[in-house]
């Protein structure tokens, strides 16, 4: 019971399985910060994938940040996204937003994905 919250390497997509994800997109959500976008996966593992460009956050250090607080937020809530690809797209508002902003656009996400489970 203890690995259920690890992110382990099935939970990465591989460079097909992103092609797959996004030729398939299921639902979208677009909050201030990021795009989301959730697409059927053929096993039950859920995947996840976070691009994070440079052209949107310039600095490393909250490029880094954005992806600890998504690859968090998806470790906590794997269970509502079974069979499912993950895929998060970045905007260039994340570049300026603080710590607590960028979690208030994750949990918008997490509201979504009750509502569709």
């Not at 905007?91 to 300026?96: C, E, G, P, W, Y």
């Amino acid at each position: 019971m203890l690995h259920n919250f690890c992110l382990t390497k099935q939970n990465i997509l591989d460079k097909s399985e992103i092609q797959q994800a996004f030729d398939s997109v299921e639902s979208k959500l677009s909050t201030l910060h990021f795009t989301f976008l959730l697409a059927k996966r053929n096993i039950k593992e859920p995947g996840l994938c976070v691009i994070l460009t440079k052209k949107n956050i310039k600095k490393a250090t909250k490029r880094n940040l954005c992806r600890r607080i998504i690859k968090e937020s998806f470790r906590l809530h794997k269970d509502l996204l079974d069979h499912k690809s993950l895929i998060v797209l970045s905007k260039k508002t994340a570049a300026q937003a603080t710590k607590e902003e960028l979690w208030q656009s994750i949990t918008e996400f997490e509201c979504f994905l009750k509502k569709l489970h």
